[in-house]
């Protein structure tokens, strides 16, 4: 059974610009979290989507979005790129919502803004 | 509201001796609590899981842990290190069943093996 797929796995991009990150999740799961982890902030949640409608959303601005499609793949947006933007984005699946069932992550994309 | 809180940023131990990497958690609901391990580049691994079944939880690679309610703990144990032991391990705590706002990380223990 393939595992959670995240691509790119790394990206540099400058500031004001905009980015787009991909997740695949492990077959038959419907729940797709992301998260942002920083060495200073450690693992912080952006937002989790179950059967295409956003569950939750952490404490991130709105230049940070999602969506995820019928096929359960989800994809992450951030806009207006920031210096501080820059960290692992790991994406993670589980076949309810989290909480319920154990999460199974991706390698993450590591994103620097230059 | 819950929490959690892993005792010690980093724990160095020599290879082939136990480990311990303590986590004290509070929560106002019957937590599910959880380890995770990350290696250097790599996402997180579930090591093992607690949802109030048996307090003495086996994960893989000979990790275990034990659910404490009396003093809110869930530390990990090893009774021998290995090389590949070696990466950031999360001690999570789940407590409103179900929900992203229901997973509450700490902050990380980093384990040093030395040879």
């Known amino acids: 059974k393939a595992g959670v797929t995240q691509t790119p796995r790394y990206l540099i991009k400058t500031r004001g610009q905009q980015v787009t990150l991909s997740c695949s999740p492990i077959s038959g799961h419907r729940s797709v979290s992301w998260y942002q982890q920083t060495p200073g902030q450690g693992l912080q949640f952006l937002f989790e989507?179950?059967?295409?409608?956003?569950?939750n959303k952490g404490n991130f601005p709105g230049r940070f979005s999602g969506r995820q499609f019928s096929n359960s793949r989800s994809e992450m947006n951030v806009s207006t790129l920031e210096l501080g933007d820059s960290a692992l984005y790991l994406c993670a699946s589980s076949r309810t919502t989290q909480g319920n069932s154990p999460l199974h992550f991706g390698n993450g994309t590591r994103l620097t803004v230059t | 509201a819950q929490s959690v809180t892993q005792l010690d940023s980093h724990v160095s131990v020599s290879e082939g001796t136990p480990v311990l990497l303590r986590c004290n958690y509070s929560?106002?609901?019957?937590?599910?609590l959880f380890w995770y391990v990350q290696h250097p580049n790599k996402g997180l691994q579930l090591l093992l899981k607690y949802t109030s079944a048996a307090t003495l939880v086996k994960g893989i690679n000979g990790f275990e842990a034990e659910f404490k309610k009396s003093e809110t703990s869930f530390h990990l144990t090893k009774p021998s290190a290995h090389m590949s032991d070696a990466a950031e391990y999360f001690c999570v705590v789940s407590g409103t069943g179900g929900g992203a706002d229901g997973l509450t990380f700490g902050k990380g223990t980093h384990l040093i093996i030395q040879p």
């Open positions: 989507y179950f059967s295409e409608t956003q569950r």
């Open positions: 929560s106002s609901y019957s937590p599910s």
